[in-house]
């Protein structure tokens, strides 16, 4: 069964400072991939789609890269808004549409 | 704009049941897959079910096959959860989702918390 592993669990940044999230599949799920931003008693927000594509009203400081079974979520530079947990998810081997296990990003 | 409002959780015993509703508005209800996912407390998010846009395909977690059943009323614009036999690891909020045509989950519900405990 597809397996989706992100790292770090937890990633400590400084408002400002470069976050870089990884998320690796167990088989390859071409460019299906998508990733989520949830907060402390809020529903997941979708950020990207296909990989690297964002989503409407996404802050460009958002980027997604990568295909097959190796991607990245990176934030340039972290606002205090964005300290929050990120999931990626893949949606090309279907069902399920199976979650990581989140990151937490906290200060 | 795309509104899921989801309704019908609470407290339910071991072996109860529950039905879980999400009504839809803003978008052309007919055209996409609706789906299910759950969040324990303080953990990640579990995808639960899917249904697509007829409602002649559903997909479950292998964790509650058997147990759960997902439905649409496309005349009502609604899915349905329906629960039974629920155990204590059933416990967590329930957002119902809406793919974008892709498979990536555009939009979100604000969640229905299930409680399952004696």
Redesign the interface.
Known sequence: EMVMTQSPATLSVSPGERATLSCRASQSVSS?L?W?Q?KPGQ????LI??ASTR?TGVPARFSGSGSGTEFTLTISSLQSEDFA?Y?C?Q??N?????????TKVEI | EVQLVESGGGLVQPGGSLRLSCAASGFKFTSYEM?W?RQAPGK????VS?IISTGYTV???DSVKGRFTISRDNTKNSVYLQMNNLRAEDTAVY?CAR??G??????????TLVTVSS
């Open positions: 299906n998508a989520y949830q529903a997941p927000r979708l789609y296909g989503a947990v999931y998810q949606y090309n279907w069902p399920p549409h199976i979650f990581g296990g989140g | 789906n996912v990640g998010l579990e995808w899917s997909h479950y977690a957002y793919e974008g892709g498979g990536a989950y555009f939009y979100w519900g604000q969640g």
